[in-house]
């Protein structure tokens, strides 16, 4: 059995609830044309018995020919006057005279009424005098101690006229059918918009490809666009998803690439010590420091490996303090500086005192001194380094520099990738673990700021980066 969809739900509950206040509104509304009319008669019919009241009493006559002068001059086609008294006997009638026959008119509804209340009218009630059904209405003078009554046959004529104007039916149904045109667009919208989100579900549970023609085209409706972005939005998510496993995979090729180096050496080192207990003593301690080497080289790579891992793991790192940077480039430099002497090497911090940022103590310092062991490692012999640093509204802007040997135009861009190195035989020689520019433009990042990297025009690299106060 076809299950009816959200969209058809919609619709017919909708229409249903539609029809059934159209049917309540045309019902409530013929019964109240038609009692307005009935009251517009009344007052007709009642204000004629008070003019006739009001004659009576001008010409002070009340018998058989004045009040029969008076009907016929005031003429209405059809119409019945009859006077009663208040105990209920007729003593006129403008349409027939045998008064003796006439039957006591004391129990009659509009009689009543008048009587009770002053006035009485009744619909359609069938005369046992003069057999017929007429409109009565009735009005009692109590000055004079009788009702006048008057009374229209309730004929094809009457009862049309006081029928309630169908005109408006008209208006009514072209209203439906239009309501029910555009609520079947809207609802059919509605109802396309979810079967392409149900067939994008399920597709999306069993993982399916969502590159079918069922999810390429929707309605040009707000619907149709916050549909069109869910599918949008989860085929970017799952396009990231699918680069970070790449990218996982490559970084845990590279990662297991660059440990099995020291490793081997180590074990190879060690292999040896062991297959030859004779070895001299220099040799066993050339091979020790080598070992040592190996392994300082293996706790670099481990704790840079760490390092990106928290930032990964945590990119709102919360513990921020006040981090006072021109104190701790002043000790990166005492810390470097039998390195950088080694080298004949110059670093000229143009850094004022007192540049505080808030921050994370850790990763700070693994900006400044990742950039600084890069440009003693590969900047070269005798070389420059230079900090600049300007002081805007938000940030911090710094310029990192030195006028050593540079890198080739078309390795700029990757410079920031991890483990990647311009020339690997030579960085692995000098101990580099490839991700120490990495670190730093992730610390960067994380500190709310940007970091580029190009060539000076007179040799050298410049590192551009902004840190949030």
Known sequence: MKRISVG????????????????????????REKHYKVEMLNLKLQDYNARMDESLHFIGKKDEKTLQKFVDRHFLPNLRVTLIDKKGRVFFDNLRKDYSKFSNHSNRPEVRQALAQGSGSVVDRNSTTIRGDFFYSATYFPSDGYIIRSALPYNSYLSKSLQADRHYLWFAIIAIIILVLLLYRFTNRLGKNITKLRIFANRADHNESLEVEDLIDFPNDELGEIAEKIIKIYKRLQTTREEQNVLKRQLTQNVAHELKTPVASIQGYLETIQENPNIDEATKEQFLDRCYAQSKRLTALLQDISTLNRMDDAP?????????????????????????????????????????????????????????????AYAGIGTTITLEAKEEERMWQFAFMDNGVGVPKEHLSRLFERFYRVDKGRSRKMGGTGLGLAIVKNAVILHGGTISVKNNPNGGLRFDFALKK
């Open 316 to 376: 709102d790192i919360k513990d921020f303090t006040e981090v006072d940077i021109s104190t701790m480039v002043k000790n990166i430099i005492k810390d470097t500086s039998l390195e950088m002497a080694s080298k004949k090497m110059n670093f000229i911090n143009h850094l004022p005192d007192g540049i505080i940022l808030k921050g994370n103590q850790s990763l700070l310092y693994s900006v400044f001194r990742n950039l600084t062991d890069n440009a003693i």
């Open 8 to 31: 058809q739900r919609l619709y017919i509950g909708v229409i249903a609830v539609f029809l059934l206040f159209a049917i309540a509104f045309i019902i409530f509304q013929q019964a």
